[in-house]
């Protein structure tokens, strides 16, 4: 079975410090790796994805993540928060064949402070 | 990215009475689309896989006869909650997956619930 952990509740950054909001995996085989943004009231936004490739993958709004196989982690980062980015974020597993849908972490709230 | 639109937004119903809630795969037909629900700062809970002119495949502990998934075309799925009780409140997602983006699954708005 998949899952995924997401250690933190709550991650507070300063408005241009980088951010960096934590994410390992637990799965058979090679992993499909997915970040997404909620806002308030609404549903998810998708970010970015692993599936294969540079480990090192870009996304959406300057965000960027690594997949470490090693740790089987998947940190989302960015270099530079802004306000803006204050939200719930989402890490995601599932697994590589066949409709499968995503198996979903606790999720961590980013605020990101002026 | 693709677009997921969900149907309505907020709604307000009675308890006993039924009420539907519709997602659609604006540009991309979707064979199979995922329903979730969500309580107040939780992380979204799998209830059911959807897919297109079949039945769906509910998760364990959701009830199938309460909440009833219809996939009748490529763009298309419906989760109507029948029966409603004020625990059935929530917020409910639906996903659907982008077989022209990679597999992307891209999520609906979300419809707010309210049993009263």
Same mark, same amino acid.
């Given at each position: ?20 909001? #934590? ?69 995601? &597993? ?21 | 990215?693709?677009? &997921? ?49 079949? #039945? ?61």
């Amino acid at each position: 079975a998949q899952s995924v952990a997401q250690p933190e509740d709550q991650v507070n950054v300063a408005e241009g410090n980088p951010l960096t909001v #934590k994410c390992t995996y637990s799965v058979s085989g090679n992993p499909y790796l997915f970040w997404y943004v909620q806002y308030p009231n609404r549903g998810l936004q998708f970010l970015l994805k692993y599936i294969t490739g540079d480990n090192l993958v870009k996304g959406s709004y300057g965000f960027e993540a690594e997949f470490n196989k090693s740790q089987t982690s998947f940190h989302l980062k960015k270099p530079s928060a802004l306000v803006s980015d204050s939200a719930l974020y989402f890490c995601a &597993v599932r697994a590589p064949s066949g409709n499968t849908p995503l198996v979903f972490g606790k999720g961590t709230r980013l605020s990101v402070i002026a | 990215g693709a677009v &997921v639109s969900q149907h309505p937004s907020r709604v307000i119903c009675k308890s006993g009475t039924s009420v539907k809630i519709e997602c659609r795969s604006l540009d991309f037909q979707a064979t199979t689309m995922f329903w979730y629900r969500q309580f107040p700062k939780q992380s979204l809970m799998l209830m059911a896989t959807s897919n297109e002119g079949s #039945k769906a495949t509910y998760e364990q502990g959701v009830e199938k006869d309460k909440f009833l998934i219809n996939h009748a075309s490529l763009t298309l799925s419906t989760l109507t909650v029948t029966s409603a009780h004020p625990e059935d409140s929530s917020f409910y997602i639906c996903s659907a997956i982008d077989r022209n983006s990679g597999n992307t699954i891209y999520f609906g708005e979300g419809s707010w619930l309210t049993v009263v």
